[in-house]
């Protein structure tokens, strides 16, 4: 069993930024791949960003360039660092971990509000 932690969300205005937290309750990178979705109201979860346990990053299209994903494996902590943040970007991010090779062997955190308004 793994449980995440997320921490960081919160109010910020259009243009700030945030660093989102993903603390696991053990070392688990070397075998998960772990992911940041987000869901805003009345829309689907969406992925955001992936990191693999080599370091290889993804991000979807309307964030690449402003946000980074990074891992801590020190720390067991991934983190999201959002820049130029929009209105858009509004929603309750969640930290997920996806076993690299049982892909049905999935975690997700209880999830962070991210509020983009003046």
């Known amino acids: 069993q793994v449980q995440l932690v997320e921490s960081g969300g919160g109010l910020v205005q259009p243009g700030g930024s945030l660093r989102l937290s993903c603390a696991a309750s053990?070392?688990?990178?070397?075998?998960?791949?772990m992911n940041w979705y987000r869901q805003a109201p009345g829309k689907e979860r969406e992925l955001v960003a992936t990191i693999t346990s080599g370091g290889t990053t993804d991000y979807v299209g309307s964030v690449k360039g402003r946000f980074a994903i990074s891992a801590d494996n020190t720390k067991n902590t991934v983190y999201l660092q959002m820049h130029s943040l929009e209105p858009e970007d509004t929603a309750v991010y969640y930290c997920?971990?996806?076993?690299?090779?049982?892909?049905?062997?999935?975690?997700w955190g209880q999830g962070t509000q991210v509020t983009v308004s003046s």
């Open positions: 053990r070392s688990i990178f070397s075998i998960y791949i």
């Open positions: 997920n971990a996806r076993h690299t090779v049982f892909r049905t062997l999935t975690y």
